[in-house]
């Protein structure tokens, strides 16, 4: 659904799972710092407000959005968290370099997610221009983050209740 249907902060907190016995990570790119602080500020502070503890808050910073599969992968092979959020932004520009760089990310998080059992959580703005992602990192749509903390909540949530195990399937990247 387009965010300038919903915003991307607003969700019902009354159905949300308590986070505290979850561990998360946050992996966030340091290209356009001035959005992907800003949706990690919503990210944390949501985690933390469903309960999480700041020790159980492990963050990351990579250098760009293509770098947030490995730098999700590093962070899940050396803490272990419940669910793993990655946080970037990439605008759109003149060239289409943007379509690579969001498939491959995506496509990385995905497999990450299926071969694991762990939810990997795409926090990643794909706006067209600067005033998008402004307004999609806290301003009149919200804050992405804020959405990517409730979905890896939830999708932790969703793992305890099911009592799925990490069983990779095919081989374990981990």
């Given at each position: 659904?387009?965010?300038?249907?919903?915003?991307?902060?607003?969700?019902?907190?009354?159905?949300?799972?308590d986070?505290?016995?979850?561990?998360?990570?946050?992996?966030?790119?340091?290209?356009?710092?001035?959005?992907?602080?800003?949706?990690?500020?919503?990210?944390y502070?949501t985690?933390?407000?469903?309960?999480?503890?700041?020790?159980?808050?492990?963050?990351?910073?990579?250098?760009?959005?293509?770098?947030?599969?490995t730098?999700?992968?590093?962070?899940?092979?050396?803490?272990?968290?419940?669910a793993?959020?990655c946080?970037?932004?990439?605008?759109?520009?003149?060239?289409?370099?943007?379509?690579?760089?969001?498939?491959?990310?995506?496509?990385?998080?995905v497999?990450?997610?299926?071969?694991t059992?762990?939810?990997?959580?795409?926090?990643?703005?794909?706006p067209n221009?600067?005033?998008?992602?402004?307004?999609?990192?806290?301003?009149?749509?919200?804050n992405?983050?804020?959405?990517?903390?409730v979905?890896?909540?939830?999708?932790a949530?969703?793992?305890?209740e099911?009592?799925?195990?990490?069983t990779?399937?095919?081989?374990?990247?981990?």
């Amino acid at each position: 659904m387009a965010s300038s249907l919903k915003n991307l902060s607003a969700y019902n907190d009354q159905n949300m799972p308590d986070a505290s016995k979850y561990s998360f990570g946050i992996v966030v790119s340091d290209w356009n710092t001035e959005i992907t602080h800003a949706l990690y500020e919503g990210c944390y502070d949501t985690l933390i407000k469903h309960g999480a503890k700041p020790e159980d808050i492990h963050t990351l910073q990579v250098p760009g959005t293509f770098e947030l599969p490995t730098g999700a992968r590093i962070l899940a092979q050396s803490k272990n968290p419940t669910a793993v959020i990655c946080i970037g932004c990439v605008i759109k520009g003149e060239t289409s370099h943007n379509e690579y760089i969001n498939h491959s990310v995506a496509q990385g998080l995905v497999n990450m997610s299926a071969f694991t059992s762990k939810p990997f959580i795409f926090g990643v703005l794909t706006p067209n221009d600067m005033q998008q992602a402004l307004d999609r990192a806290g301003g009149k749509y919200g804050n992405k983050g804020v959405e990517a903390a409730v979905t890896a909540i939830r999708m932790a949530a969703l793992k305890d209740e099911l009592k799925v195990t990490g069983t990779p399937i095919g081989f374990n990247p981990f």
